[in-house]
């Protein structure tokens, strides 16, 4: 599956696309806390995800991107508005669904990496292609970001970057719909960064999985199909590249 | 205003309240079994000291045939001695309206005008003895209880044979019989046995010793030696049949206390050591993990500013609060159940006033010991925290370093799921962690062996004692030696199937220089009644020129099997005979020895006699025999083995099962608290990861098996290992325990073992679902963030 760039812009329900839609996002309102301690974190975001995108969310801290993140990634539950994945309903959801949902359809990938420092770059993979649907064998997963000669080493074995990607291998093993990802290269430097957002463009790419990539480094965008600028737990503005560029041009 | 660090002291100690509360909660089961075992060392102590002293108990005690009363001078006269005190003490039968089989005591005289000048009496209730008065007595309070006698009550005694009334003027106790048992029981029978005291005249009349004594009790001067005065006094009253002196460390009433006293002794320093331990080693396990979870705070309160000191001291007022937590705690518990202690042994000691006192000094070493503990946790958890730079501090904790685990290096590794591979790759690398936990869990199993094993240690004494020794119905007792013909009498009353003479006397056994007094019991050939039993539980027979001694009597004196032991007898013709130890009885209640009884006829050389015997009876006939039993003149008691099984459940087997329960709940409180904690910690530890399972896609069935299947492999290790440990604790608490007048067999039932097992297995399912509840309260958001 290529990556198509629609010369449409500003606006979020690209009639010209022949893709199917992911998430429906409607009026999206999250709130934390209650009385004068309430802090909206959401504030009616609409929004549409299809797939095979590669959307960059763009916005300064508390402007609600993470939030979002946990919405779409079952982690949370809205307090008000529409969020559907595919035909099921998020918002309403029981427990066990949400489980299941992110067992098989989500990737996550997060800024500290999380690996399970006990079991081995295989084994964090493995640990997850046991339970999920239709895996890729972990050694797949991980050739696909290149970590094919370090696949037996423990985490303290590896270096950041390393371990971001044995990460990655672990989201996209499971062949995930989506993939969600908080400000993965936020504790890297630009070169290790630029080779872990190698290895996330390789497996959108490649697998077309619908990738949405948080950060506030507005170089990254480049990157994108679609950028959303996100303030105050709205979408401020959204706009379409007309090419991705690779990530080995990227500087910052 | 509070300061910022004391509020987050506050609000720390607020999310952590279970693991806290289960550190004190642990810790006050050690404080209040030390403060409660403590209390009554120096109640039982204490008051005893004090009665002693008020009621001037005598120093040296002797009884003998009969000597005239001027024999007082010689004796006032031997070098050491500064008070003598003669009086009577002579064995009566009662006939008690209501009760069914004979009962017998001691009647013991007081002199006809003034107060004796030693072992003095106390009133509880009614009047002394009006001077001058006949037919007065005063009884013995536990008796007297036992009965429901009361001042006025008239009572019907056979003194030498002669029926006589008397009417109780009031009710006493004396420093003789803080414990009032009929001499060599092991277990009081107050409804048959008594104590009664009345005017000298009167008792020398009714038993034909008018001018003379019979028994004598003596105060040393200060800084006088008991040895020499006790053979002086024995060389004086050998012409008048004495039975040998002895001195206050072997007078039964005083030893019973004693014994008591040791048994306390051992378990408030046995048991408290158990408990404090492991509540200084949840403490310093909670200290040290919380510390590494605060490692980031720690490092910002330094990059702040705050000296190494103040973060220790901030630490350690968390300690402190879980220490003063358990103190107050274990101060109030030690209290209750030493009040209610208290009240337990005032069913076994008869004391003017068994006050509770409150033993300071144990508060403070408990106060010391456990403040000690948790400083030691706090000082090497918060030193390593503490040395940390700030900057690095503040950065997260790089991925632990992790490798395959032995058992997967050896081969094994395709057997394994990822979550057991989680588990034990966890437990090897944290081995010294792994070893605490294990530590803990098995200190908990073998707490739950120890009260079990005293439990039943106790049945098996007391299935023993009535069912293999002693399997007749009743025992019956003479006044005095009397004739074989008289068991014949007896043998032909209704009721009676079989019956075993008994010649039972009073000797004193030597070798290598020491001796004991004891009573010598005889057996007879092919007997079925009361028997001599081996450790092997095989029954032993004295050969004609053998004895048998009480396992703890030989140890006592030094003697093996096949040495040659001396009997001097105390009674009669007080001949001397040299015998062969032959073999060594397992009794468990006092120390006896044990002989033919035609040997004993023959030793002693006063014909063929009986001082009792011992019947099966056919128990439907039971209340027409004790009726006729009654009309036998000679008889002195009889002690039927139900109405003590009985009695003995009712009184004393519920009083121990109290110290058992408490014993019992304590080692399950810390059980629990042992294994909930590791539980809790556990979780607090590996939120981050199991967070991320959680994420990733994985159930809380999944990510709890992680938690359980560690949780598991702990307690496979834990727990035998707690069961042989518990052997341990319990097999050297039981032989310290073990005193002349009571000893524990050490035996460790399936029941004990499983009870522990079973118990652990509940504490740790308990904890392990409230980690599961935990688990699902799990915050997913905070693990994909930055660890904190």
Redesign the interface.
Same mark, same amino acid.
């Given at each position: 599956m290529q990556p198509t760039s629609s010369p449409a812009s500003g606006s979020y329900a690209p009639a010209a696309t022949s893709r199917r839609q992911v998430f429906r996002v409607r009026g999206l309102t999250k709130i934390y806390g209650e009385g004068t301690a309430q802090v909206r974190a959401l504030d009616g975001v609409d929004l549409d995800l299809y797939e095979g995108e590669l959307v960059v969310l763009l916005g300064p801290s508390g402007s609600g991107k993470t939030t979002l993140l946990n919405q779409l990634g079952g982690l949370d539950i809205p307090t008000a508005g529409e969020l559907a994945y595919r035909d099921s309903d998020l918002t309403h959801a029981t427990e066990a669904q949400l489980t299941n949902y992110r067992r098989n359809s989500v990737g996550f990938i997060f800024q500290f990496y999380n690996l399970i420092p006990s079991l081995t770059a295989r084994e964090n993979v493995g640990l997850i292609t046991e339970i999920a649907r239709d895996p890729m064998p972990p050694e797949e997963a991980l050739a696909m970001v290149n970590l094919t000669p370090r696949m037996d080493h423990f985490p303290a074995q590896l270096s950041g970057g390393e371990q971001q990607r044995v990460a990655i291998a672990r989201a996209i093993a499971k062949r995930p719909e989506v993939l969600l990802c908080d400000e993965p290269t936020g504790a890297l430097d630009v070169r290790t960064g630029i080779v872990v957002l190698e290895a996330l463009e390789r497996a959108n790419r490649e697998l077309g999985t619908l990738t949405i990539l948080i950060t506030h480094n507005a170089v990254m965008a480049e990157m994108a199909d679609r950028v959303i600028h996100f303030s105050d737990g709205r979408v401020l503005s959204e706009h379409r590249n007309a090419t991705r560029a690779a990530p080995s041009t990227l500087r910052w | 205003m509070l300061p910022h660090l004391d509020r987050k002291l506050i609000r720390d100690l607020r999310r952590l309240k279970g693991q806290a509360a289960a550190v004190s909660l642990v810790m006050a089961c050690g404080l209040a079994m030390l403060i409660m075992a403590r209390s009554l060392i120096s109640s039982l102590d204490g008051t005893r000291a004090e009665y002693y002293q008020t009621n001037h108990f005598a120093e040296i005690f002797a009884s003998l045939r009969r000597a005239p009363n001027h024999l007082q001078e010689q004796l006032r006269a031997i070098p050491g001695v500064a008070t003598v005190q003669t009086d009577l003490s002579s064995p009566v039968t009662l006939d008690l309206p209501g009760l069914g089989e004979p009962a017998g005591g001691m009647v013991r005289s007081l002199p006809d005008f003034g107060e004796p000048e030693l072992n003095r009496l106390f009133l509880r209730r009614g009047r002394w003895l009006s001077p001058g008065a006949r037919g007065e007595v005063l009884v013995g309070e536990a008796f007297a209880l036992a009965n429901q006698l009361n001042p006025g009550d008239s009572l019907t005694m056979l003194l030498h044979g002669r029926r006589q009334q008397f009417r109780i003027a009031g009710i006493v106790l004396s420093p003789e019989y803080i414990f009032e048992s009929r001499p060599g029981a092991a277990l009081p029978d107050n409804r048959t046995y008594g104590i009664f005291w009345m005017p000298y005249k009167e008792a020398a009349t009714a038993f034909d010793l008018y001018g003379a004594f019979n028994h004598v009790a003596i105060t040393l001067a200060p800084g006088a030696n008991e040895q020499p005065v006790l053979k002086e006094l024995d060389r004086l009253l050998l012409p008048y049949g004495g039975f040998g002196a002895f001195a206050r460390k072997d007078h039964p009433s005083h030893i019973r206390v004693s014994d008591e006293i040791r048994v306390l002794s051992i378990l408030s320093i046995g048991f408290p050591t158990v408990f404090l331990s492991v509540a200084a080693f949840m403490t310093n396990a909670v200290l040290t993990r919380l510390l590494s979870l605060q490692r980031e705070q720690i490092a910002i309160l330094k990059a702040f500013g705050f000296t190494n000191r103040q973060i220790v001291v901030h630490y350690l007022k968390f300690a402190f609060v879980m220490v003063v937590a358990g103190l107050v705690l274990g101060l109030c518990g030690g209290l209750f159940l030493g009040l209610k202690l208290v009240k337990m042994y005032e069913l076994f000691f008869r004391f003017p006033d068994l006050q509770f006192t409150f033993d300071r000094p144990a508060v403070i070493v408990a106060l010391g010991v456990g403040l000690a503990a948790v400083t030691v946790g706090v000082f090497g958890a918060v030193r390593r925290a503490a040395k940390l730079p700030p900057a690095e501090a503040m950065r997260?904790e790089?991925?632990?370093?992790?490798?395959?685990a032995f058992v997967e290096r050896a081969g094994f590794a395709h057997l394994f799921?990822?979550s057991f591979?989680?588990a034990i &790759? =966890?437990l090897e &690398?944290r081995p010294v962690q792994a070893l605490f936990t294990v530590i803990g869990l098995s200190l908990a199993t073998a707490l739950l062996i120890l009260p079990n094993t005293f439990k039943a240690g106790i049945a098996s004494v007391l299935d023993f004692q009535w069912d293999v020794v002693q399997r007749q119905d009743i025992n019956v007792g003479l006044i005095e030696p009397s004739s074989a013909r008289t068991a014949n009498e007896i043998a032909q009353l209704p009721g009676v199937i079989s019956l075993e003479p008994a010649r039972n006397a009073a000797v004193r056994i030597h070798f290598n220089g020491r001796n004991r007094q004891i009573g010598l019991r005889s057996l007879i050939p092919g007997g079925i009644h009361s028997r001599a039993v081996d450790k092997e539980g095989r029954e032993i027979m004295p050969p004609p020129d053998g004895i048998i001694l009480s396992a703890k009597l030989a140890d006592v004196l030094g003697a093996k099997v096949g040495d040659q032991v001396t009997v001097e007898s105390l009674e009669g013709k007080r001949r001397t005979v040299t015998v062969t130890l032959a073999g060594l009885a397992e009794d468990f209640t006092g120390i006896a020895a044990y002989m033919d009884l035609h040997t004993i006829n023959r030793f002693l050389g006063e014909g063929d006699v009986i001082t009792g015997a011992s019947i099966t009876l056919d128990l439907a006939k039971r209340a027409e025999f004790l009726e006729a039993l009654k009309g036998i003149p000679r008889i002195s008691y009889a002690v039927i083995k139900e109405s003590l099984r009985k009695s003995f459940r009712d009184t004393t087997a519920q009083s121990m099962g109290l110290l058992q329960t408490i014993y019992l709940t304590f080692a399950v409180i810390v059980s629990f608290g042992v294994i909930y904690n590791n539980a809790r910690i556990s979780l607090a530890e590996r939120s &981050?990861?199991l967070a +991320?399972? &959680?994420?990733?896609?994985? +159930?809380?069935r999944?990510v709890g098996a992680v938690l359980v299947i560690e949780l598991t492999i702990l307690a496979l290790i834990a727990v035998p290992a707690g069961l042989v440990l518990g052997t341990g604790f319990s097999t050297v608490i039981i032989h310290a325990v073990n005193t002349e007048t009571v000893r524990l067999p050490l035996v460790f039932t399936p029941y004990t073992y499983s009870y522990a097992v079973i118990v652990v297995v509940i504490a740790s399912t308990i904890s392990a679902l409230f980690v599961l509840r935990q688990l =699902?309260k799990l915050d $997913?958001?905070a693990? $994909?963030?930055?660890?904190e």
């Open positions: - | 997260p790089p991925p632990a370093s992790f490798r395959p799921t990822h591979r989680i &790759r =966890n &690398r &981050r990861e +991320t399972l &959680r994420v990733v896609g994985m +159930t809380q999944e =699902n $997913l958001i693990a $994909l963030k930055a660890p």
